[in-house]
């Protein structure tokens, strides 16, 4: 799918010049990745889950097929959530999957035809599927901004035109699809959060192109929420506001929004206009890794607090490891209402690579806050020490300053990426004005950066 609308703007006149920027995000990628092993998986509904395990129930779903998805599994959920919405087939034993003792007493056949297949995470299979799709990202862009596993920006002004864009972009999926077996989506726009939006805008197998002049009109009809940068906490906000759309956050008064949310009112005001001049830049390596999540609303429960924190633990040490990053501080981010955050962390005495002890050391920093009221949390690895000599694979993406997108939590020009366990629950007010920071490092240990 295509959405035109404008026409190229005029060689002449002394407009800015437009960049011709790819966003390119794969389909359910880790279930596809499962797919290219296990070909019979095709067009079935799969379920990747992080902490996993065959016949266990325990763990978060990763990603879900969009088969799966039907039933509504969806990324960060639990794993036992998610069987109850779609059950486990029973593999290994073709001839049992309809029998009189299936689990739960369901009929047989009502029970096979919702079956999903479940699958743990095998992240370096991942990877490898990966840095074969970089190395066509690479081979068609003479910049590519890598920003997690499953996704990149490309910025192909010089490699093609506006006219032809569409076919360049299809070109670039093709050869996804053809030389590695996944499928991608990709959007084309003049800057990176347009181009983000239209790579989601038609998945899976999207193509949706932005021309110059119509950025906005594209944006106008979306929810807030899809706007880069708006989590739910923020987008419930501007609801209450009488803001909807990417178009009434466009047509508001950007001072009603500074009043409301600071300077990234601002912004976040900007980016509903389609305005985005930051440039594709190449990927770098990022000083510190964190996810981090809000709770629907404020919470005491100690044990609410200490799941949550667990699950953005092992993301995060996860992320840590697909990026070949040992880390030697870990830390935890409190945010108390309004938008008191409060950050701890513990530096240790050499660098490790130990998911196990990321969560038994942020559990332990998080307990100083067991009776307080919290709004969100947050996990981080910091002093990092690359394992690999290859800096292009790694890095994620900058958010541009006072944005408050706190999925790229890091500060200054560390980054992170956006892919969270826990991230559908993001939003950011880190940037925020008035937000008032507590800070307590231990073991006398120096750390560089906020989340
Ligand atoms: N991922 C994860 N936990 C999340 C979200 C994602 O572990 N909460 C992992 C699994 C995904 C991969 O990152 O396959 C890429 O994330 P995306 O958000 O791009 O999700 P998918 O590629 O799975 O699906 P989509 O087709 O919506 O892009
Ligand atoms: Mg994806």
């Known amino acids: 799918m295509s959405d035109r609308g404008g026409s190229r703007l005029p060689g002449v006149g002394d407009e800015r010049e437009e960049r011709i920027v790819l966003h390119v995000d794969m389909d359910c990628f880790y279930a596809a990745c499962e797919r290219l092993r296990e070909p019979d998986l095709r067009g079935e509904p799969v379920v990747v889950g992080m902490g996993y395990e065959e016949g266990e129930n325990h763990g978060a779903v990763a990603t879900a097929s969009y088969e799966a998805r039907e039933y509504g599994v969806e990324s960060a959920q639990a794993i036992g959530s998610a069987l109850e919405r779609l059950p486990r087939k029973a593999e290994g034993d073709s001839t049992d999957s309809s029998g009189a003792d299936s689990e739960d007493g369901a009929d047989g056949e ?13 992240i370096e299979f991942y990877k490898s599927v990966s840095t074969d799709v970089r190395a066509i990202l690479h081979d068609c862009a003479d910049t590519v901004r890598e920003v997690s596993i499953d996704e990149a920006y490309l910025d192909v002004t010089e490699r ?5 864009a569409e076919g360049f972009a299809r070109h670039v999926k093709n050869r996804i699809e053809r030389e590695v077996g996944v499928t991608a989506s990709v959007g084309v726009a003049p800057n990176m959060s347009a ?34 940068g708006i989590g739910p906490v923020t987008a419930r906000t501007l609801r209450e506001m009488g803001i909807e759309t990417a178009g009434d956050l466009a047509d508001a ?41 809000a709770f629907t609303d404020p919470t005491t429960d100690p044990e609410e607090k200490r799941a949550r924190v667990s699950t953005l633990a092992a993301a995060v040490a996860e992320r840590a490891r697909d990026r070949d990053a040992m880390y030697r501080t870990i830390g935890v981010k409190v945010v108390t209402p ?15 690579d130990d998911p196990e002890l990321v969560e038994e050391v942020a559990l332990d920093l ?29 890095d994620g993406f900058d958010a541009p300053s006072g944005t ?11 980054a992170d990426d956006p892919k969270s366990s826990a991230e559908a629950a993001d939003d950011g007010e880190k940037t925020d004005e008035g937000v008032h920071r507590t800070s307590r490092k231990r073991d006398g240990q120096v750390s560089l950066s906020d989340f």
Not at 404 to 414: F, I, K, L, P, V
Request: proline share 6%; hydrophobic share 30%; charged share 35%.
């Open 366 to 394: 998080l307990a100083e806050f067991d009776d307080d009221r919290v709004r969100k949390v947050g996990v981080r690895v910091s002093n990092l020490q690359f394992t690999e000599s290859d800096q292009t694979s790694l």
């Open 110 to 122: 009502d029970e096979a035809d919702v079956a999903g297949y479940y699958r743990p995470v095998d």
């Open 195 to 228: 181009a983000k939006i239209a790579s989601d805008h038609d998945k899976p197998d999207g193509l949706v192109v932005v021309e110059p002049g119509t950025t906005r009109d594209f944006l106008a009809p979306l929810d807030v929420a899809e706007i880069h």
């Open 338 to 352: 309004p938008f008191d955050v409060h950050t701890r962390e513990q530096s240790l005495p050499g660098t490790v």
């Open 404 to 414: 408050g997108e706190s999925r790229t939590a890091d500060s200054s020009d560390s």
């Open 160 to 164: 093609t035109a506006w006219e032809v």
């Open 253 to 293: 008064d950007p001072r009603t929004l500074v009043d409301r949310f600071g300077e990234r009112g601002r912004e976040l005001y900007h980016r509903a206009r389609g305005d985005d001049d930051r440039r594709v830049t190449p990927t770098g390596r990022p000083k510190s890794l964190s996810r981090e999540s």
